[in-house]
Every structure is written in structure tokens, then in C-alpha cells.
């Protein structure tokens, strides 16, 4: 099979997982000038606006309220974020249905924030979702962070709906993520990782990035 036809059935698809504030975004808009790249940012848009109803607030405002019904949402948005289809030979996307699943619901879970039931549901629906609809990846690109970090960065940026995060909670995200991806002694990883020193300012990351991008386009020359 030619590569060109290769590429119209599915492309090489990149996941860019990170905890909050790790720079997943600005990683995302690096890779917008090129061409053959088809990025996807997060649709936290959509989380803000499901109905008229802004998921993402009521989540962080009553955890215990909304959990379930947020990461329902999160779950299909991420889906439809899978499947999209893009005839460019290369897809990035911000987060992913695992991330989801393995840190999100896993914490909200253990937290007694998601009851056994609401989160078997969930599962329920991931296991079937991941057995049935092509979610497969190529690549894991870990943006890679220290708590401390991205505690600052996501006060900085003052998202309204994160005002009530603490650095005790993105330190216990960061140890979901670090399970998951780093250490992978939680759950199974669905492509190989790549870390990336995403503790680094805006002005040097350039350089990490430039290291990443051989084993992003590789498969597409
Ligand atoms: P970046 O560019 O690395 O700074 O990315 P962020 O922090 O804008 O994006 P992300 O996905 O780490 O987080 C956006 C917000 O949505 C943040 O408050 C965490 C929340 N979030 C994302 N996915 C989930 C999820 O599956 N469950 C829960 N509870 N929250 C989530």
C-alpha cells in the first residue's frame, strides 16, 4: 500500500498529555505552522458550553454533583476528538479518552468523588468504546512538570473555573500522570512515550520541541 493511501486511512496520531498548566497548549500551536499537521486542541470549549451549561464550573463548584456528569461529557467530546477524521498524514491532539479514564475518573474514583456505580458506568462505556471504535495512537508526547510549576502557571493564567484548585490536588494529578506514563505502573499506555522537560520557560521549550519533532514526522517523509 503506498504511504499516500496509508495516510487517507488513518494518520499517524500524536497525543499530547500533560498535567493542568504543563504547556500542552502552547506545544499544540508550535506545530500549527506546518502543513501536514492536523492539531486538535482540547474541547474544553464544548466542556463550557454543553447546552448552555458550563460543565467545567459546575465540576470544580461540586465535585461530588457534577463529576459524573462532566467526565460523561468529557468521554464523548474526547471521542468525537478520535474519530474526526483529517485527510493531513499527521493528527495531534490535546488529551485524549485515556487521560480521561486513567487520571480523571481513576482520581475522582479513589477520591469517593465518582461512587463505584457512576464510575462502572463510565468505565463500562470507555471499555466498550476502545474495543469497538478505532481510538489507536502512535504516540504519547509527555509534557513532563513539576507541581510547584504548573501551580504557578495556572494561577497565573487565573482560568475562572480553576480558582478553586489547590496545589495539593495538581500533586496528586501530577502522581496519576507520572503512574500512568512515567513509571507505567498504572494501567497500560497505548504507544510508546516520549518525555519532554515541560518544567522549562516559554523562551527555551522551542529547543525540546525541535527534539520531538524527528519522531513526530518520521513516519511521513
Ligand atoms: P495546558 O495547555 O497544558 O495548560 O492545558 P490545560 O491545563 O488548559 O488543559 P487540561 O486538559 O490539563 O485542563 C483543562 C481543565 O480541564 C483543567 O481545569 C482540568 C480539567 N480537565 C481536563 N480533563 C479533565 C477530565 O477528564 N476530568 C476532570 N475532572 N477535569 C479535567
Known amino acids: 500500500m503506498s504511504k499516500r493511501a496509508k ?79 483529517t485527510r493531513l498524514p499527521i493528527k495531534l491532539m490535546e488529551r485524549s479518552i485515556y487521560s480521561a479514564r486513567y487520571c480523571f475518573v481513576e482520581k475522582m474514583h479513589r477520591d469517593g468523588i465518582l461512587p463505584s456505580p457512576s464510575a462502572s458506568v463510565i468505565n463500562e462505556w470507555f471499555k466498550w468504546t476502545i474495543a469497538n471504535v478505532d481510538t489507536s495512537v502512535d504516540l504519547i508526547i509527555y509534557l513532563r512538570t513539576t507541581p510547584d510549576v504548573v501551580y504557578q502557571r495556572m494561577q497565573e493564567r487565573n ?39 515541560a518544567d522549562l520557560d516559554k523562551s527555551v521549550i522551542a529547543e525540546e520541541y525541535e527534539r520531538v519533532e524527528p519522531h513526530i514526522f518520521s513516519n511521513c517523509l
Open 159 to 197: 482560568r475562572k473555573e480553576e480558582k478553586t484548585v489547590s496545589l495539593t490536588y495538581l500533586t496528586e494529578m501530577h502522581e496519576m500522570h507520572e503512574n500512568w506514563l512515567y513509571h507505567k505502573t498504572m494501567f497500560t499506555c497505548p504507544a510508546p512515550v516520549l518525555v519532554l522537560n
Open 7 to 85: 495516510y487517507e486511512m488513518k494518520p499517524f496520531t500524536v497525543l499530547v498529555e500533560g498535567n493542568i498548566g504543563s504547556g500542552k497548549t502552547t506545544f499544540l500551536n508550535y506545530f500549527k505552522k506546518y502543513e501536514n499537521v492536523c492539531v486538535m486542541a482540547e474541547p474544553i470549549d464544548m466542556w463550557r458550553n454543553c447546552g448552555g451549561h458550563n460543565l467545567l464550573e459546575y465540576m470544580y463548584e461540586d465535585r461530588e454533583r457534577w463529576g459524573f456528569t462532566f467526565q460523561s461529557y468529557v468521554q464523548l467530546t474526547m471521542l468525537k476528538q478520535h474519530t474526526l477524521k
